[in-house]
């Protein structure tokens, strides 16, 4: 378009770079500041595509822009590479998922450098090469050694079709995310990391990341941890020796519990159930064959009817001696808590819905009419402070349906009586660990990491299984433990592990004994890969170690990451815990890997999600061959805010194009050579050139990069109309102007801006160009004088800057006295705004 061959410009450029390789972060010699610029590494599922397209430019315009300002900057790439899909395929084709995995990560490396990132190549890992998942085991030791990794046996998602386990995050709405069969839990022996350990950690530290990580991701994890304060309580059964304890967040409510239940497919339940008469039994087993069937956000839905069965068995309420009944009810869950509930159903909306269904006692210990102090009271008070016509019989849960969850004070509770909520629920816990009944705790949602996945390509789990039953790591100078070839394997899901199948593979020798062991046949969780990668990068070829702690001293923590929303939870709370466990080994001295976040917005089309089954897919390799690289990546850094989503009907790449030409031409109309005095330069246009300068590092900072793109559009316009009908092309401030875009350009279309540096008569790289520093003398408001003008006659002149817009014109008009007392109490019909020189009120 507009006479230059752009795609000739592109594969020049792009041959440059690739034969000087100027991206490189600077070595242990660089004394220059460091900055590490990372976008969450790609998985390998074909070519590029679009949202890939928007995140590597975003992360690529804060590389160069740090570049700019004289900083040693690592931009990173590799390959997040082991996972389904590419086992998926290789099953569909019976072949190695090898094969389909380094062709497609190929085809995007080839992607990336047409796309013009200046990524450092010389630090390129894949998480499937051996010389990467061998750290994986090596990580897997060092957790194991401090009893973070650890085997047991617990529920776990499991879809019968597919004849394999699922991530909670796999299991949608109850079903198998690829393969729609209704999801079981299954009872299973895996390998965890414990993240439990470092709940605490990992929930109190999210606020040193206040305001560098998107609120929205913040809460999410907080969510996810989910702290709760309270108390454990013993409870004694009736007919059974061992007491059972139950969580509460509500000790104060004791004194109202009026029923027991316990999570059906506890074992609790199964024990309570088998000493129970048979028909118990039977209607108990028919109701957890009913549960086992669903999900458990089916189980924590609250719009649905409460189910349960009564086990015809007894608990003690510790304070008042109260006989419990004891239910079994899919509302609570096994693995939370103790997997058992103090029903209080005065108090609790879940507990009141089930004692209505049920029948069974409400009893208020709690009065929520009462006035508390400090409290927003719910009712409204007399002067009295007492409440103007409710009566708590009003209010009775047992009739109304509705749980008296606010605050209030304690009634028909003994000792407790008189006390506001806060208050009883410290005098409670007191109480309860006087007489020994029960004691403070805490209780969190996240659960411990299942980590085994019975998958091919994976990092195998480097333990061994000796024949007397012993689990036995495998020593360090015997990793990596390699994947087998997947020829003669049957990599079918059947619910073990292909590799249990691979006769030679699975055959080990126990290093204490010498004595035959077999190999651990699972692979890990590829976010296991994904927990340390950004460490790996430091020193990606290093044979002798996991990662050079004094290069993560030097370089990390990571200064700004990049990625979609979709990792808000998963991938981002196990690279933090893993950090703090690497802190704990004394690996690295800092506690959170990522100082700085943002998630960027997708690309969307026509409002809705781009998808191949919907046929509405841009494809990226299309838009580079139609429009090049640079277009793309201006009309993407143009379309919007970095966190909104993009519509693809707004994004012009032909309007970009244009653009790009006429920086172009800018360029190649400057007469001037490089020796000019600026400062001889037309300052109107130096004004325009010198605030980008001066503006454009902040906009950077907050990622407004489409506003930088403006500002750049603005720039070379002015530049072009200086060349035709003001100063001219030889005049410095022209020149100036064109290497000034030419330098801002870079971080949106970098070949486009060599090519300019190049016609304006300087060496490459433009990309390493130091950022010149605004003139601070041109940056001062250039004003002009404003005349103000009611129903013909001038009535004021205001002094303005010569860039103010029309609304502020008029707005500061409207306000000048003069105006106003010229005014008088007439009424403005007419308005008419020419900014900066002309503002004319006409009135009635
Ligand atoms: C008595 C009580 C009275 C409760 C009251 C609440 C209100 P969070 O905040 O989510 O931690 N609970 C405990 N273990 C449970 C389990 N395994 N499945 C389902 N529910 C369980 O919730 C803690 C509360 O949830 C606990 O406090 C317990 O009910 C219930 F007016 O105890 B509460």
Redesign the pocket.
């Known amino acids: 378009a507009g006479g230059f061959d752009t795609h000739a410009i592109h594969a020049k450029w792009q041959a440059l770079w690739a034969e000087k390789d100027p991206f490189r972060a600077g070595g242990d010699d660089d004394t220059r500041p460091r900055k590490y610029i990372l976008a969450m590494f790609p998985y390998p599922s074909g070519d590029l595509h679009m949202g890939h397209a928007e995140n590597y430019l975003y992360s690529d315009i804060v590389a160069r822009f740090w570049r700019h300002r004289g900083y040693n900057v690592l931009n990173p790439i590799g390959w997040d590479s082991f996972g389904l899909p590419a086992e998926n395929a290789a099953i569909k084709r019976g072949v190695d998922p090898r094969g389909w995995t380094y062709s497609n990560i190929d085809q995007q490396k080839a992607s990336f450098r047409a796309y013009g990132v200046s990524f450092d190549w010389s630090r390129v890992l894949h998480t499937s090469d051996p010389e990467y998942y061998r750290w994986n085991q090596w990580l897997f030791q060092r957790l194991y050694e401090r009893g973070l990794a650890y085997r047991k046996e617990s529920p776990v998602n499991w879809c019968p079709n597919d004849q394999t386990v699922l991530a909670n995050e796999q299991v949608v709405d109850g079903h198998c995310e690829r393969c729609g069969a209704l999801v079981v839990k299954k009872k299973l022996t895996q390998w965890y990391f414990r993240i439990t350990d470092y709940a605490d950690r990992l929930l109190d530290d999210l606020n040193q990341l206040e305001g560098f990580w998107p609120q929205k991701v913040i809460q999410m994890q907080r969510n996810w941890i989910g702290r709760?304060v309270?108390a454990d309580i013993d409870f004694e059964i009736e007919g059974r020796a061992e007491k059972v304890t139950?969580?509460?967040?509500?000790p104060d409510?004791l004194h109202g519990a009026t029923f027991f239940v316990v999570?059906p497919d506890s074992d609790l339940a199964a024990e309570l159930a088998a000493e129970a008469g048979a028909d118990v039994r039977l209607r108990f087993q028919d109701y957890l064959e009913r549960v086992q069937r669903e999900s458990e956000i089916e189980r924590q839905a609250t719009d649905r009817p409460k189910t349960g069965v009564f086990l015809e068995r007894y608990a003690i309420n510790p304070v008042n001696g109260d006989r419990l009944p004891i239910w079994a009810a899919d509302?609570?869950?096994a693995d939370?808590?103790h997997?058992a509930?103090?029903a209080?159903p005065a108090?609790?909306q879940r507990d009141l819905d089930f004692a209505r269904a049920f029948d069974l006692r409400v009893k208020v210990v709690v009065d929520t009419t009462a006035p508390i102090t400090g409290a927003i009271p719910v009712i409204e008070l007399d002067e009295d402070g007492v409440p103007v016509g409710v009566d708590l019989e009003d209010l009775n849960p047992a009739r109304t349906g509705i749980a008296l969850?606010g605050e209030g004070r304690m009634i028909n509770s003994g000792p407790l009586d008189g006390l506001s909520k806060r208050n009883a629920i410290t005098r409670a816990i007191e109480e309860l660990e006087r007489s020994g009944r029960g004691r403070a705790a805490k209780?969190f949602r996240l659960r411990d990491w299942l980590i085994s996945r019975q998958r091919f390509w994976g990092t195998p789990i480097p333990m061994l299984h000796t024949e007397d039953g012993r689990i036995v790591p495998v020593p360090d100078d015997q990793l990596p433990v390699r994947l087998p070839e997947a020829e003669g394997l049957d990599l079918k899901p059947k619910g073990a592990s292909p590799l249990g199948a691979a006769t030679e593979w699975v055959q080990a020798t126990d290093p204490e004994t010498g004595e035959p062991a077999l190999r651990d046949p699972d692979t890990m969780d590829t976010f296991v890969d994904s927990s340390w990668y950004f460490l790996r990068f430091l020193s990606p070829t290093d044979a002798s170690e996991a990662f050079s702690s004094r290069a993560a001293d030097t370089w990390a923590p990571v200064d700004f990451y990049i990625g979609g929303v979709e990792h808000a939870i998963l991938h981002l709370l196990y690279a933090r815990f893993i950090t703090k466990a690497l802190y704990d080994m004394g690996l690295v001295d800092f506690t959170e890997p990522f100082s700085s976040l943002i998630n960027q917005g997708m690309v969307i089309l026509g409002g809705a999600k781009m998808s191949k089954s919907k046929g509405n897919l841009v494809v990226f390799q299309d838009e580079l061959d139609a429009h090049g690289a640079d277009a793309l990546r201006v009309a993407l850094a143009f379309a919007g805010p970095v966190e909104d989503d993009k519509d693809w009907n707004d994004v012009s790449t032909t309007g970009a194009q244009k653009f790009l030409s006429r920086a172009l031409r800018v360029a190649q109309d400057v007469t001037s050579d490089p020796a000019v005095v600026w400062a001889e330069g037309d300052a109107s246009l130096r004004r325009v050139t010198h605030r980008l300068l001066a503006d454009a590092p902040s906009l950077v900072e907050q990622t407004k990069f489409n506003v930088v793109v403006a500002r750049l559009m603005e720039l070379v316009n002015a530049t072009r109309k200086a060349i035709d009908t003001g100063a001219g092309p030889a005049d410095p401030a022209v020149r100036e102007a064109a290497e000034v875009t030419a330098m801002v350009l870079d971080l949106f279309a970098p070949h486009t801006a060599e090519e300019m540096w190049e016609i304006l008569g300087y060496e490459p790289f433009v990309g390493l160009v130091p950022w010149r520093s605004a003139d601070q003398t041109l940056l001062i408001e250039e004003t002009v004088t404003a005349v103000v003008q009611v129903d013909g006659k001038v009535r004021a002149t205001l002094d303005v800057p010569a860039r103010i817009d029309e609304k502020e014109l008029e707005r500061r008009a409207r306000e000048d006295q003069r105006v106003v007392r010229a005014l008088g109490d007439r009424e403005v019909v007419r308005a008419v705004v020419r900014a900066p020189k002309v503002v004319s009120f006409s009135t009635k």
């Open positions: 709760s309270g139950v969580f509460s967040t509500r409510t999570a509302y609570v869950l939370y808590g997997g509930v103090m209080v108090h609790d969850v209780n």
